[in-house]
């Protein structure tokens, strides 16, 4: 698979600064989410010499999912909770700390470990948001709070884990809670005073989703009058779901945000006939206003907690001949979605793991064709559900290399039984009404490291892995791609070939987001974080009972091996040549 | 400092074994409680080029004390509290783990963090003991479980801390617990069966001590009938501490097993006038009955809480021109005591720190010289007592090179405010009477790494660091030594000059002992916990308030800026070239 890169004629989009600077200011390094450092100090032929410089203890237990944050020889990182920030020198000491008083009780809101996804660097500042609800910004010289805000409510359950996004002094953060009936939300703040500007609630009548004159959904099942209330049965809209805990990016050139959102509550389908929109949609925003310009649902009515929050990379490519702007989104329900950021409209979805329980997307009418019996509900099993709840692909980011044309996808191969209970919604406590188990998908390993070809629609090479890759990935000019992987192996790849160049063996399970960057002597370094948690690490972190396949909603069935080979424990790691 | 070593004629016991195996199967690494190997691969020339092979996180967070053992290619470390024990392939993967049933309410027990010092590995089995007061043998190859005794109690604020030393079929056992007013022993189980042997109790009648016709000690003071009870007020020899939560050694030859007994209940000495026997007491007895052979109270009627716990190093050196066979011990008083071996007798005691509290030993009568108004008592308050409560140096064990005649301390430069308070027994709850607050000594620094010419009585170099040095040390053929800082440095410096050859930022402080030991391949290996803790490191493993300096005992005081350098959380390092 050598040869002239990119085949395919895809790019970044024009207005991306194409000159690499060597920081790196926010978990997607850049508005179109690419994930692709412009470094090739340390590349194919040179990265098996890659060593650690130092690491760096938290002292904490949870799943570690931030991406570190570089700038001026400084790397920022946020913790899980209790959220703790560190600025620390490239000497791997403490330049300071910042630890916000945060309510414990948010720990046991949240539905899959106490993460957190990072922090973002803007002139000066950083942003964040506790588990706790509350949005922060420091003065990132001294760890000075400047403000902070709390947007949501712990007595409904909502919880934050998400990394803002900072657009035209806007930071942009959205809830978590969909295993807790919460109703998502985006919300803008003020960047200096802190001072909320909208809120676009993801269900409910238009006024609340911010739906006006100017939106244009493409497909003919989003257009309508207040469908986030009238898709619902009376009054569920507002414990509906429909969560803002992903990934956003930003067209600068079109001026639209980018996001999608979660699941519907409850899980069992039974109790929330209709289309519970705007559950499991991408939406294009205006990030002045809020107001939304174009929405597509991805699934209607969703069965299986296929949460649509994944990160959209902005890429431009041809497609039947002509060069369309795109947002590229591995999303859960098994498919990648190629569609024009624009317009909303879906160019292609194929899928790249087993996917048994739709015939994918007709790409006249954007409707997904489900399959029928595998339809879960009340006091019915359905057995072998692929992909699994977590997807064929959950948060974890994928990158893009304009050297190679190729989306880099960390994901898992998972598939699950599904049993619908009862569901009572009470504030504050879980509202699923489904017992599920996970297990392997079709080869029987639980997890891939896959090269997508965007254009194509189609995988160049993938490699299994045991467990789900539950990690980031970053590509470089180096030709070279990091993941890493919960039985403690941080590796390097090949871009082109998928060859694996080396790899490191940490001390606890890998579930954070890789980032590279360079120190002002020009020297060149990577980092992540160890700590193994998050949803499919639970059963380590959480310290749960192998012996209960159902404990952290399904997923310890399918992870009863993980404690033979990672503890918990969070660290940084920094390497370089 | 070059040149032809030793210059000492100092050597190693004539029984020693000289040639190196590259095992290393309990902390001290031999019964002479060296910790020297005589591996070389890994030396002044190339230690600069040590990298870190891997790492394994425990999750856990309370200091990490306990050296790694390393035997047939895996490598064993037992955790502080729970006392997981793990066993690691060289390519740092799990072989097997074992996790004991413990006891939740030991943690609040113990005086100084969580902490345990490690296992032995002896004939295919391991030996360790658990903070609630079980000692346990475990297949190596398996981790099966082959018996567990409960040898303590911890309703009388009993706990277990200290590595086992496994002597002619038996392993030895101490409590801690001197801050509760537990009464101090060490026992002896069968390491077949756990059955328990014998126990030798430190203070009461000299039944329970053990004490019988064989008893022969060196002075005056320590000679009479049943002192361990009639050098107390009455009943209070039952609480009276001297426990034996450090370090033993033996001499085959002489067939003795050597180690000392901690501080008298309470701190504030006005509760318990007279000399307190056998607290601070070296201990001289045969390993198959317990009996005592010689005893040498280091301080009858303790002030300071110098706990004589601290490590026996077994030599050979010339004294007044005839080659004596001593045991060096750099005690927490300050000084390093030079005993001949045979008979308890004190060949010399010079201060390795600044001391004000005594003016040294009497050599011909043993007795140690108190500065009277450094005494402090109830409602009183003395300032400025160096070495403060954890003395010169504290637990954290000391080498021996034979290449340099050297032995090389980790220690501390604290001095103390101490004044007298109430204190009530009550079992299981803290039994201290005394208030403290600990700052830097003489210089300002808080530690140092001090090689000492045990023949000569005197430094030959010393390094200044700026906390306490908590952690162990090694020294190796290699002509090099290693240690760690509770600021994050992993350090190797030339034996012979202390000039620093390598450092490894690491990512907690150390307070855990580093080994050495090399593959079936013959490839060396250092490695070490992080993972800050104990005494020094309770205001990071702790979380304790830096506002409240009498906090941990009063150590809070003296270490109110660590938590500017290090959190916490246990990482196994192996490092290799
Ligand atoms: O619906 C929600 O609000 C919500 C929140 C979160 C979260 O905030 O971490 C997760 C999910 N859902 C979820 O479905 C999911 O698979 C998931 C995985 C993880 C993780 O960090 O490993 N979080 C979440
Ligand atoms: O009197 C005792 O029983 C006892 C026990 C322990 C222990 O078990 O860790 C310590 C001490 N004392 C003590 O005096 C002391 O300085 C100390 C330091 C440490 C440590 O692990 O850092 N433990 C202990």
């Known amino acids: 698979a050598q040869g002239n890169y990119p085949h395919n004629n895809s790019s970044p989009p024009t207005w991306l600064e194409a000159d690499?600077?060597?920081?790196?200011?926010?978990?997607?390094?850049?508005?179109?989410?690419?994930?692709?450092?412009?470094?090739s100090q340390i590349n194919r032929d040179n990265v098996k010499d890659l060593k650690l410089a130092w690491t760096f203890s938290t002292g904490l237990t949870p799943g570690h999912e931030a991406a570190p944050v570089f700038v001026d020889d400084t790397l920022y990182v946020v913790t899980p909770y209790p959220n703790t920030v560190y600025a620390l020198a490239l000497d791997g000491s403490k330049k300071w700390e910042y630890k916000p008083d945060t309510h414990q009780e948010s720990q046991g809101m949240a539905c899959c470990d106490v993460v957190n996804r990072g922090l973002v660097h803007v002139n000066g500042k950083l942003f964040f948001n506790t588990l706790d609800n509350?949005?922060?910004?420091?003065?990132?010289?001294?760890?000075?709070?400047?403000w902070?805000?709390?947007?949501?409510?712990?007595?409904?359950?909502?919880?934050?884990?998400?990394?803002?996004?900072?657009?035209?002094?806007?930071?942009?953060?959205?809830?978590?809670?969909?295993?807790?009936?919460?109703?998502?939300?985006l919300k803008a703040l003020d960047t200096e005073t802190g001072e909320l500007l909208w809120t676009a609630y993801s269900t409910g009548p238009d006024k609340d989703v911010l739906i006006g004159e100017e939106f244009r959904p493409f497909y003919a099942q989003d257009q309508g009058k207040d469908l986030g209330a009238s898709s619902w049965p009376p009054e569920m809209w507002k414990i509906g779901g429909g969560t803002v805990w992903g990934w956003l990016s930003y067209d600068p050139e079109l001026d639209l945000v980018y996001y999608g959102t979660g699941n519907p509550g409850p899980w069992n389908p039974d109790f929330?006939?209709?289309?519970?929109?705007?559950?499991?949609?991408?939406?294009?925003?205006?990030?002045?206003?809020?107001?939304?310009?174009?929405?597509?649902?991805?699934?209607?009515?969703?069965?299986?907690?296929?949460?649509?929050?994944?990160e959209s990379l902005l890429i431009d490519m041809p497609f039947n001949g002509e060069q369309r702007k795109v947002l590229?989104?591995?999303?859960?329900?098994?498919?990648?979605?190629?569609?024009?950021?624009?317009?909303?409209?879906?160019?292609?979805?194929?899928?790249?793991?087993?996917?048994?329980?739709?015939?994918?997307?007709?790409?006249?009418?954007?409707?997904?064709?489900?399959?029928?019996d595998k339809?879960?509900?009340?006091?019915?099993?359905?057995?072998?559900?692929?992909?699994?709840?977590?997807?064929?692909?959950?948060?974890?980011?994928?990158?893009?290399?304009?050297?190679?044309?190729?989306?880099?996808?960390?994901?898992?191969?998972?598939?699950?039984?599904?049993?619908?209970?009862?569901?009572?919604?009470?504030?504050?406590?879980p509202y699923v009404g489904s017992d599920v188990k996970m297990f392997a998908g079709p080869g029987g390993h639980r997890g891939a490291y896959t090269a997508w070809d965007p254009v194509?629609?189609?995988?160049?090479?993938?490699?299994?892995?045991?467990?789900?890759?539950?990690?980031?990935?970053?590509?470089?000019?180096?030709?070279?791609v990091f993941y890493g992987t919960m039985d403690r192996w941080f590796k390097a790849l090949d871009a082109k070939t998928g060859e694996l160049l080396w790899k490191y063996r940490v001390g606890s399970g890998i579930v954070g987001q890789p980032v590279t960057f360079q120190d002002k002597d020009g020297k060149q370094y990577v980092a992540i974080f160890s700590g193994v948690g998050g949803w499919s690490g639970a059963i380590v972190s959480g310290g749960l009972d192998a012996r209960d396949g159902t404990a952290a909603l399904g997923f310890v069935n399918a992870m009863k091996d993980l404690p033979q080979h990672t503890d918990k424990g969070g660290q940084l790691y920094v390497f370089s040549l």
């Not at 060597?22 to 450092?37: L, V």
């Not at 879906?346 to 006249?364: E, R």
């Open 20 to 39: 690499e600077d060597g920081q790196w200011t926010m978990p997607a390094k850049n508005y179109a989410s690419t994930r692709y450092s412009g470094l």
């Open 134 to 146: 509350h949005a922060i910004a420091l003065e990132a010289d001294t760890g000075k709070e400047l």
């Open 148 to 185: 902070k805000t709390k947007v949501g409510d712990l007595q409904r359950g909502e919880t934050m884990t998400m990394a803002p996004l900072v657009v035209k002094g806007k930071m942009l953060v959205g809830n978590s809670g969909g295993e807790m009936g919460v109703r998502g939300w």
């Open 272 to 310: 929330r006939p209709g289309d519970n929109k705007w559950t499991l949609t991408v939406f294009a925003r205006r990030p002045d206003d809020g107001s939304a310009i174009w929405a597509y649902q991805i699934e209607p009515h969703d069965l299986y907690d296929y949460d649509g929050v994944n």
């Open 328 to 372: 590229v989104r591995p999303e859960r329900n098994g498919h990648v979605y190629v569609m024009d950021r624009t317009s909303g409209e879906v160019l292609s979805a194929n899928t790249y793991v087993p996917v048994n329980v739709t015939d994918g997307v007709d790409l006249k009418t954007g409707q997904m064709r489900k399959v029928k």
């Open 375 to 429: 339809q879960p509900g009340t006091n019915r099993t359905v057995h072998n559900i692929c992909p699994a709840a977590p997807g064929g692909k959950d948060w974890q980011p994928s990158a893009y290399s304009p050297r190679t044309g190729l989306i880099y996808m960390p994901h898992n191969n998972l598939c699950m039984d599904m049993h619908g209970t009862q569901a009572n919604y009470i504030a504050g406590t």
């Open 456 to 480: 194509a629609g189609s995988k160049v090479w993938s490699i299994k892995e045991e467990f789900p890759v539950w990690s980031g990935t970053v590509a470089t000019a180096g030709d070279i």
